[in-house]
């Protein structure tokens, strides 16, 4: 489903991806764990086409093709869905009339018919159940005056909506306590299928408990050092990254 | 037409014999006394209102431009516009819609204003003003039924000219600024609302006002008499084709509310803005004042402008009353080379008196645009209350948006509030939305619906789902 290929990528002169290499069939879930400023947000924003990030060499690839000519509207309408660790308000504009706006584009772009207001309705109703959201979320104003949770669940509940091929979740767990957390991992894994991948960036290994990942990715210092399953996310926990680092450190002296 | 030749040549004053062409559709360039006698004449009016009109001239030719505006344009040649200019086809005034010329017509639905579908869907009066003459007027038998009247300016002179005397001008008397002045001087046409005591006005009323020949000022002139408990809502949409020239447009606006009167007052204005390097445009400098004269009495304009190269306009209320009510809801946005200073004033006179101010300035590409606001509280005005806000949206990093707030109290016992924010349009906004599938416009589109929707909900549903447009279409090219 998603391919990246010694993707290397800066901001501005800054360089924050040096050589990413990694794949992701569809129907897995890898996590990507990393300490703060290891670059693992830019991985999201890379791979969602944020303007400010320039790949400067290597690839990525969506279903075989690469994607790193298009626009991020044109990447969202393959069916790439990123959810925000921190999910912008929008004052004035509510989450109903957004969030049917991007259904219909997705929709619209994918050949499929618009929904109306009663389908949409119908499917919001159907999706705000499985992350325990109130209905009334969709006459306010998007993300404005909501609860930590309530943005977290919130972009769980668009992913829902917009039925993305591959969602990368962008620390869906930070600032959320255990009942939230909870929420969302079953939010989540609610939406799990054979036809959809999800990379799931975290900080901790908290989240990986109710979300259970196919692989867990180390990544320090722009670049994955170290893959695994589900026990590395433990082993990553309990030993902290300095012992990534170390064992790193280790293995570029025995390779000198 | 003979009617207006005799009148005419019993005055016999015309420097430029102007009388031999009274036939004339259109007037040439140039303003003088003559002009004025040549328009007062045309229409057929009373000798009081020629008089009304000269005096005006006069105190205009003695007054200067206004320069105080936060606007840059190439100063006006007075003698190179015409003043006069009326459709062929208005011998036989037409009594509905379908007796109106179909080009007229039809380039109202290149406009993409359906008018005859909206007058009927919408249950709307339509008095459609096509440069200086009025040429349909709409619903005028149901509303006459309850005793309103709703007709063009020119009519009312005929048929009711004691209440035309009685409040033309005593809202913005003829001097007030030199472009009330001019217009006082040389006004064509334009609408006539009285909603007697204690009628409610059963649909909104609308006019549509667009400029048609080129070179044309249009100088409309309205006038909305609201009674004891009568209540009016009017809708004022406006659309001009492509212009090569600078165009001028001074209209007057005179409201007049009695006790526990309603007037809400609603402008919807699209008119060319000029190319995107600046080129044309109308100039929109018009004078809307609206008097609540009695007590719990209430005036509410809602305003949203996109079009015009540079935008004069500072809808007003004075008011007088005591527990009477003021609100000024306002979205302006200047894209490419637009300039606009608008605003209002709030005259706080009578005890108890409240004003809302809610403006949103949406500035992109090099569009220049002020916030000019005043709120005067007067010494007898205790208990006066107001709130302003006042935020500005920018998008892009040519544009500006400037605020001029004057606030003047004369009593210890008013309470006045002022908020003020800019902000720009956010990458991380447009990065979050064009993620869900949006494209870039839709993207500003949607956040530019969300700053003005405080103002969009004061509009009715129709006038609103067309500011909606309106903004789209006007911010096209803004980003990108």
């Known amino acids: 489903m998603l391919e990246l290929i010694d993707v290397h990528a800066r901001i501005g002169d800054t360089p924050i991806l040096k050589g990413v290499t990694l794949t992701i069939p569809k129907g897995e879930v890898h996590a990507i764990m990393g300490p703060n400023a290891s670059g693992k ?77 009663a389908g949409f ?59 939230a957390l909870r929420i969302v991992a079953e939010g989540v894994n609610h939406l799990r299928s054979p036809e959809r991948a999800v ?44 012992w990534v680092r170390d064992e790193l450190g280790a293995a570029a002296r025995v390779g000198a | ?26 007037l040439p360039p140039g303003l003088d006394e003559s002009v004025v006698h040549f328009i007062s004449a045309k ?12 005096k005006a001239f006069r105190a205009w030719q003695k007054m200067t431009e206004p320069e105080w505006p936060h606007v840059k344009y190439e100063r006006i040649d007075y003698q190179s516009i015409c003043y006069w200019a009326s459709p062929k086809s208005n011998a036989d005034k037409p009594q509905s819609l379908d007796e109106v010329d179909p080009e007229i017509l039809a380039t109202f639905e290149k406009l993409g204003i359906p008018l005859h579908e909206r007058a009927a869907l919408a249950g709307v009066a339509v008095d459609v003003v096509l440069d200086s003459t009025s040429v349909a007027t709409t619903f005028k038998a149901k509303l006459a039924e309850v005793g309103i009247i709703f007709m063009s300016f020119g009519e009312a002179v005929n048929e009711h000219p004691e209440l035309i005397k009685k409040y033309l001008g005593s809202v913005v008397p003829a001097s007030d600024n030199y472009f009330a002045a001019l ?10 609302v009285f909603v007697p005591k204690g009628v409610k006005c059963p649909m909104e009323l609308s006019t549509y006002f667009r400029i048609n020949e080129a070179n044309t000022g249009q100088f409309e002139r309205t006038l909305i008499v609201c009674e004891e ?96 009510v003021g609100e000024f809801y306002s979205v302006a946005l200047t894209n490419n080379y637009q300039q606009a200073d608008t605003g209002t004033k709030m005259i706080h006179l009578g005890k108890n008196t409240t004003s809302t101010i809610i403006s949103k300035g949406i500035s992109a590409g090099h569009g220049q645009q002020s916030y000019r606001g005043l709120v005067q509280v007067g010494k007898k005005a205790l208990g006066a209350r107001n709130y302003t806000q006042c935020d500005s949206l920018l998008i892009g990093s040519e544009c500006g948006a400037h605020t001029f707030p004057y606030v003047d109290v004369r009593n210890g016992q008013a309470t006045v509030e002022h908020e003020a924010s800019t902000s720009r349009i956010g990458e991380d906004q447009l990065f979050y939305l064009r993620q869900r599938g949006l494209s870039e416009e839709d993207a500003v589109s949607m956040i530019v619906n969300g700053f003005c929707k405080d103002v969009f909900k004061e509009l009715p549903m129709e006038f609103a789902v067309e500011a909606r447009k309106l903004l789209e279409v006007s911010l096209e090219g803004a980003v990108g």
């Open chain 1, 41 to 117: 947000s830019t991985l999201s924003k890379v791979i969602t086409g944020h303007p400010d990030y320039v790949v400067t060499s290597g690839d990525i690839r969506f279903e075989g093709e690469s994607i790193l000519e298009l626009e991020v509207e044109e990447r969202a309408h393959l069916g790439i869905f990123m959810s925000f660790q921190h999910p912008v308000e929008i004052p004035g504009v509510a989450t109903s009339v957004f969030l049917k706006a991007a259904v219909n584009a997705v929709r619209t772009a994918r050949g499929e018919e618009e929904l109306d207001a």
């Open chain 1, 121 to 179: 309705l119908r499917s919001a109703k159907k999706n705000m159940k499985v992350v325990d959201l109130p209905k009334t979320l969709l006459h306010r104003s998007l993300n404005e005056g909501f609860s930590g949770g309530e943005k977290k669940r919130n972009e769980i509940f668009q992913m829902a909506m917009l039925e993305p091929k591959l969602a990368v979740l962008d620390e869906p767990d930070s600032g959320l306590d255990v009942d």
């Open chain 1, 199 to 242: 990379m799931v960036i975290t900080h901790y290994q908290r989240l990986l408990e109710y979300l259970i990942p196919d692989k867990t990715h180390v990544f320090v210092d722009g670049r994955i050092v170290k893959t695994g399953g589900p026990e590395l996310a433990h082993e990553v926990e309990n030993r902290g990254y300095q």
């Open chain 2, 1 to 26: 037409m003979d009617e207006a030749r005799e009148i005419v040549a019993e005055r016999g004053e015309y420097k430029y014999g102007f009388v031999s062409n009274i036939e004339m559709d259109k």
């Open chain 2, 43 to 54: 229409k057929g009016e009373p000798q009081w209102l020629l008089d009304w009109r000269l």
């Open chain 2, 183 to 192: 217009n006082s001087a040389v006004f064509s046409d334009g609408s006539f």
């Open chain 2, 229 to 324: 408990g009568a209540h009016v809502s009017y809708l004022e949409g406006c659309t001009a084709p492509i212009r090569k020239e600078s165009q001028l447009h001074a209209a007057v606006v005179e409201l007049v509310a009695l006790e526990d009167a309603t007037i809400k007052y609603s402008t919807v204005q699209n008119w060319y803005p000029g190319d995107k390097d600046g080129n044309g445009g109308i100039f929109n400098f018009v004078t809307k004042r609206g008097i609540c004269e009695g007590a719990r009495s209430r005036i509410s304009w809602t305003q949203v402008e996109t079009g015009s190269a540079v935008t004069w306009k500072y809808p007003s209320c004075i008011l007088k009353g005591d527990d009477s």
